[in-house]
């Protein structure tokens, strides 16, 4: 089976950067993926890491350490409309399905 | 392009009643998904379709049936609800194969079982 921790909040302040990790245990490893979910909204993805390293996607990074079970989401000069639930996703092999984290909820304060 | 639709999008129902949630997307994808999201447990997935044809068991499918009509539509369906069904259901879809393979969700339903 698979199990992902990542912390329940997070609080940061406007203009901060914060960062959100993930831990994960897996039989297999196909890739950690990251995924924005706003109050009343839908999930929507952010970021994929399938290699060792830091992809970046504008004031949004995210890092892979394969060998460390670790990853993290990287967000920066925070602005108020990046209050949201952010989920950390694992798949175990390419025909398997994404398992989520239970997600952290992350308030940006003035 | 729509994406993924879902409907209804809230749904009220007794202990008993049987409802099904239809999810169709317009975006060619092989894979599709259901999920439910419950305060503090994150996405849990319900059922999936692989591909046309195709359905499998996810981490919480008790209670409910899925049919793959086609390619564009995947339904769940609840045949007795429980209060314990009560969530928000989200349809996903995804085009197996691609390195990231992302996932497309619809908007979600509000169930709430009295």
Request: proline share 4%.
């Amino acid at each position: 089976g698979q199990s992902l921790e990542q912390p329940s909040e997070v609080t940061a302040v406007e203009g901060a950067i914060v960062q959100i990790n993930c831990t994960y245990q897996t039989s297999g490893f196909y890739g950690l993926s990251w995924y924005q979910q706003h109050d009343g909204g839908a999930p929507t993805f952010l970021s994929y890491n399938a290699l060792d390293g830091l992809e970046e996607t504008g004031r949004f990074s995210s890092f892979l350490s394969r060998s460390d079970s670790y990853g993290y989401l990287l967000l920066q000069e925070l602005q108020m409309k990046d209050s949201a639930s952010y989920f950390c996703a694992v798949r175990n092999s390419g025909n398997t399905p994404l398992v989520f984290g239970k997600g952290t909820r992350l308030s940006v304060i003035a | 392009n729509a994406g993924v639709t879902q409907t209804p999008k809230f749904q009220v129902l007794k202990t008993g009643q049987s409802m099904t949630l239809q999810c169709a997307q317009d975006m060619n994808h092989n894979s599709m998904y259901w999920y439910r999201q419950d305060p503090g447990m994150g996405l849990r997935l319900i059922y999936y379709s692989a591909s046309e044809g195709t359905t499998d068991k996810g981490e919480v499918p008790n209670g409910y049936n899925v049919s793959r009509l086609n390619k564009r539509e995947f339904s769940l369906r609840l045949e007795s609800a429980a209060p314990s069904q009560t969530s928000v259901y989200f349809c996903a879809s995804s085009e197996p194969g691609a390195m990231d393979e992302k996932l497309f969700f619809g908007s979600g339903t509000q169930l709430s079982v009295l």
